[in-house]
T-cell receptor, first 112, second 115 residues
Framework: GENVEQHPSTLSVQEGDSAVIKCTYS??????FPWYKQELGKGPQLIID?????GEKKDQRIAVTLNKTAKHFSLHITETQPEDSAVYFC???????????FGTGTRLLVSP | EAGVAQSPRYKIIEKRQSVAFWCNPI?????LYWYQQILGQGPKLLIQ????????DSQLPKDRFSAERLKGVDSTLKIQPAKLEDSAVYLC?????????????FGPGTRLTVT
């Protein structure tokens, strides 16, 4: 079955810096890759996703890149703000309505 | 639109007791998922429903866990009897297949502590 690895497990940056989180997946049939932000005591919230027919997608300060050949995808957050502090999860699935296999999470801390 | 609703938000039980969780998905979402999130880990799918039929329950410990989705709307997840290792957050999510919009939306979760 699918296996998703995520790095780093923790990431500390200064406000205004950029943050990059990387994930690799094992199943070449996976074609949907969402990123979720989870704040303390809350459920995961979708922040951006990418499908396998696209190499990059941006939404304001957030971007995701996908390299299907290498089977890895990354989340880029620019101009980080303290409110970006949370746990971020990558995930993969063979289609959007099939089960998501999650990475182990990255705890991002943005210091003022 | 209203999000995914779950109750209770917290539950503390002793091992070998039973517990049930309730989920109300976003209106119109045909697909419903239950995930288990152990502290420090990513969510793991337990069971997926399409309307009121089970699509995937391969990772559901069927000797103690059960789930149902009556009338294709609300769902309940039950654990009987609970073990210490069942301590986790149980997340419910829903999605709809409409064109290219099939994102999964999560509820706030139920935090279960088994003592």
């Amino acid at each position: 079955g699918e296996n998703v690895e995520q790095h780093p497990s923790t990431l500390s940056v200064q406000e205004g810096d950029s943050a990059v989180i990387k994930c690799t997946y094992s199943d070449s049939a996976s074609n949907y890759f969402p990123w979720y932000k989870q704040e303390l005591g809350k459920g995961p919230q979708l922040i951006i996703d990418i499908r396998s027919n696209v190499g990059e997608k941006k939404d304001q300060r957030i971007a995701v890149t996908l390299n299907k050949t290498a089977k890895h995808f990354s989340l880029h957050i620019t101009e980080t703000q303290p409110e970006d502090s949370a746990v971020y999860f990558c995930a993969a699935s063979k289609a959007g309505f099939q089960k998501l296999v999650f990475g182990t999470g990255t705890r991002l801390l943005v210091s003022p | 639109e209203a999000g995914v609703a779950q109750s209770p938000r917290y539950k503390i039980i002793e091992k070998r007791q039973s517990v049930a969780f309730w989920c109300n998905p976003i209106s119109g979402h045909a697909t419903l998922y239950w995930y288990q999130q152990i502290l420090g880990q990513g969510p793991k799918l337990l069971i997926q429903f399409q309307n009121n039929g089970v699509v995937d329950d391969s990772q559901l410990p069927k000797d103690r866990f059960s789930a149902e989705r009556l009338k294709g709307v609300d769902s309940t997840l039950k654990i009987q009897p609970a073990k210490l290792e069942d301590s986790a957050v149980y997340l419910c999510a829903s999605s709809t297949v409409s064109g290219r919009n099939y994102e999964q939306y999560f509820g706030p979760g139920t935090r279960l502590t088994v003592t």
